[in-house]
């Protein structure tokens, strides 16, 4: 998908429509962001522990979408460990369609209603 279109920038006061339904960015992104928190970081977890990934018994798991969790990276190559910290980020992106199919999609509805208006 990232081959074939461009993602734009989309603000927290922008709509999206989603078949009859509207949202404000905003009202999106903290919905998604409470269903990671909660469940979505109990579901990783219990995923981790299935697969017998201990990654940290200190803190929740919610703690990976909020403040990340302590750990360290050895790079390839490196000599020494690095201290951090892990993040999951999950990001709402959106991608515009072909310009051009949105322009003659749009020509095609003008004409439509222009025929409309004259027939009545």
């Known amino acids: 998908m990232e ?12 709509v999206m429509q989603f078949g009859e339904n509207t949202y404000k960015v905003d ?3 903290q ?4 269903i990671c928190n909660d469940s979505l970081a109990c579901a990783v977890n219990q995923e ?7 990654l940290t018994r200190k803190h929740p798991s919610a703690t990976f979408f909020k403040d990340g969790v302590e750990c360290k990276i050895l790079n390839l190559g490196s000599k020494k460990w690095k201290k951090g910290r892990v993040k999951i980020n999950i990001s709402i992106e959106f991608y515009l369609d072909d310009e051009e199919n949105n322009h003659s999609e749009s020509s095609l509805d003008d004409l439509r209603q222009m025929f409309n208006e004259t027939q009545s």
């Open 27 to 29: 009202k999106l992104k």
């Open 48 to 54: 981790l522990n299935r697969q017998r990934i201990q």
């Open 3 to 14: 081959d074939k279109f461009k993602s734009i920038e989309c603000n927290d006061d922008d």
């Open 31 to 34: 919905s998604i962001n409470n």
